[in-house]
């Protein structure tokens, strides 16, 4: 977690029901992807997490989630462009208990990532390099 200090936020997304995070260190590309819930606080106000998904932004209830016109992209694409524009960087990281994830950019803005299921080969959370096979997950035994 520590060597994502300093690291430039270069996008929120997902892909199906992941939420990721995307970073750019020095000579590496990171990524998050949360398969648990997931959220992103500015101050006390939560601007998305991963409930949001469930509900669409606009068009058709049926298809928003498969068009990726849900409540969480909007607000992925719209904070995406705001740390683009203002290079949004990594100030701290934390694993917790139960691989809990804390990451606190500037801006004042905080990732939360909450692991919470029990099973020991379901993965929560995956972070990694781009492009290459070093990876952490959570739980370790989900990658075996």
């Known amino acids: 977690m520590a060597r994502l200090a300093g690291c430039r936020v270069t996008?929120?997304?997902?892909?199906?029901?992941?939420?990721?995070?995307?970073?750019?260190?020095?000579?590496?590309?990171?990524?998050?992807h949360a398969q648990c819930p997931f959220r992103v606080t500015h101050r006390e106000q939560i601007l998305f997490g991963s409930v949001d998904m469930r509900y669409r932004d606009?068009?058709?209830?049926e298809t928003?989630?498969?068009?990726?016109?849900?409540?969480?992209?909007?607000?992925?694409r719209?904070?995406?462009g705001m740390v683009a524009e203002?290079?949004?960087?990594?100030?701290?990281?934390?694993?917790?208990?139960?691989?809990?994830?804390s990451v606190r950019l500037s801006g004042?803005?905080?990732?939360?990532?909450?692991?919470?299921?029990?099973g020991r080969d379901v993965e929560q959370w995956r972070l990694?390099?781009?492009?290459?096979?070093?990876h952490v997950v959570f739980p370790d035994s989900a990658d075996r």
Do not use: M
């Open 64 to 76: 928003a989630f498969d068009e990726y016109r849900t409540k969480y992209d909007r607000q992925a």
């Open 78 to 80: 719209q904070l995406t």
């Open 128 to 134: 990694f390099d781009w492009h290459t096979d070093n």
């Open 11 to 32: 996008e929120f997304s997902r892909t199906l029901n992941i939420a990721i995070v995307g970073f750019q260190g020095e000579d590496v590309e990171k990524r998050l």
């Open 108 to 118: 004042p803005i905080l990732i939360e990532v909450f692991p919470a299921c029990a």
């Open 86 to 101: 203002h290079e949004c960087r990594v100030e701290a990281a934390a694993l917790g208990t139960a691989g809990t994830l």
């Open 58 to 61: 606009t068009g058709d209830p």
